[in-house]
């Protein structure tokens, strides 16, 4: 069982819907980072967080470090959001990321 | 500002080929990466690096090699290429001396091997 788990692995929408993306791990965390990674192109840093929640334009992500479970939401989305989004935790007392297997946005106009 | 440059973005090797693909960053960040990305998997961890001199292995780490001679650059070295190397390699650094922080990714160099 991977130590990172991303649900749903493809997920299609249309314009304007509210998106939720979800992680689960199973290990103890310093850090939860959500990673963005259009097609064909590099990897962007969307939020690094440990507790509570943040905000960034219409992305939003949280964590609950007791359920170890962190959510990426996107409000109204667009097409232009479409992309593979990638969540990746820091092993507490490891000086290392691991990976989800990451979740395929698509969003139709 | 540069950030973290890959060269090549692409490149094609025959088996038993040995190559360098090389990573550089102008942020003075101390710890610096490489993963492989491959369908259907996540990123992997290779070789990382906490500072200049010091290297571990990551995930998998056989089949390259890794140096940190400065704090800038930290190239990945394919001793002897096999086709189960292709892949997509993306190279990242952070501040700080550990993978707790903002990392910042290289726009990756996309491998073949014959």
């Known amino acids: 069982k991977n130590e990172v788990e991303q649900s749903p692995q493809n997920l299609t929408a249309q314009e304007g819907e509210f998106i939720t993306i979800n992680c689960s791990y199973s290990?103890?965390?310093?850090?939860l980072h959500w990673l963005q990674q259009h097609p064909g192109g590099g990897i962007v840093s969307l939020f690094m967080?440990?507790?509570g929640k943040k905000k960034h334009g219409r992305l939003i992500a949280t964590i609950n470090i007791q359920e170890k479970h962190s959510s990426l939401h996107i409000t109204a989305s667009h097409p232009r959001d479409s992309a593979v989004y990638i969540c990746a935790v820091t092993i507490q007392g490891a000086q290392k990321l691991v990976f989800g297997q990451g979740t395929r946005l698509t969003i139709n106009p | 500002n540069a950030g973290v440059t890959q060269t090549p973005k692409f490149q094609v090797l025959k088996t038993g080929q040995s190559m360098t693909l090389q990573c550089a960053q102008d942020m003075n960040h101390e710890y610096m990466s490489w993963y492989r990305q491959d369908p259907g998997m996540g990123l992997r961890l290779i070789h990382y690096?906490?500072?200049?001199?010091?290297?571990d292995q990551g995930e998998v780490p056989n089949g390259y090699n890794v140096s940190r001679s400065t704090t800038e650059d930290f190239p990945l070295r394919l001793l002897s290429a096999a086709p189960s190397q292709t892949s997509v390699y993306f190279c990242?650094?952070?501040?700080?001396?550990?993978?707790?922080?903002?990392?910042?990714f290289g726009a990756g160099t996309r491998l073949s091997v014959l």
């Open positions: 690096s906490v500072g200049a001199g010091i290297t």
């Open positions: 290990v103890g965390i310093s850090a």
């Open positions: 990242a650094s952070s501040y700080g001396g550990g993978a707790w922080n903002i990392q910042y």
């Open positions: 967080l440990s507790s």
